[in-house]
């Protein structure tokens, strides 16, 4: 019984049938495979030309599934650790930054409910935000409570600490 080795372009299949991988992920994952120099980049070339690597799939594909939890800042540094720079990323991360406000609230809402009252737990729910990749405007805005009176978000009376 022997085992056929799996070629350089059945192992950029394999990955791609998982999810959406930019050109520059599949190079750093395959790299270790390739016998012969300029094997990869002609795989890739084929695989790319066919329709298999996109790298606007690979935004879009990020963004659903990232999106309704992270900040624009951790998106985009997600996406720049994917080999994603330019324009497309701009467009995609711009539209977001409509929603960045709503989405921080309902981040912070699922995870905390409340205002914090003291200002050790004022700063532990900054933290927990900044890391998601809200800036710190939004930051700000959720913590002063602006506006979740009226959406129905706040869950308990909360003194403002501002």
Excluded: C, N
């Amino acid at each position: 019984m022997s085992f056929e080795k799996i070629s350089l372009k059945g192992r950029a299949l394999r990955y791609l049938a998982q999810r959406e991988h930019s050109r520059a992920e599949l190079e750093r994952k395959l790299a270790f495979h390739e016998e012969v120099p300029g094997e990869l980049a002609q795989a890739l070339d084929e695989l790319q030309a066919r329709g298999f690597i996109d790298e606007q799939r690979v935004i879009e594909s990020l963004l659903y599934r990232r999106a309704s939890r992270l900040g624009a800042g951790r998106l985009r540094q997600e996406l720049q650790a994917k080999g994603l720079q330019g324009e497309a990323v701009q467009q995609a991360l711009a539209g977001l930054r409509d929603t960045e406000l709503e989405r921080a609230r309902e981040v912070w809402r699922r995870r905390f409910g409340s205002l914090p009252t003291e200002a050790s737990e004022r700063a532990r729910q900054t933290r927990f935000l900044m890391a998601r990749g809200f800036s710190s405007e939004v930051v700000r805005q959720v913590l002063a409570g602006r506006g979740l009176e009226e959406d129905g978000l706040l869950s308990g009376d909360a003194d403002d600490l501002d």
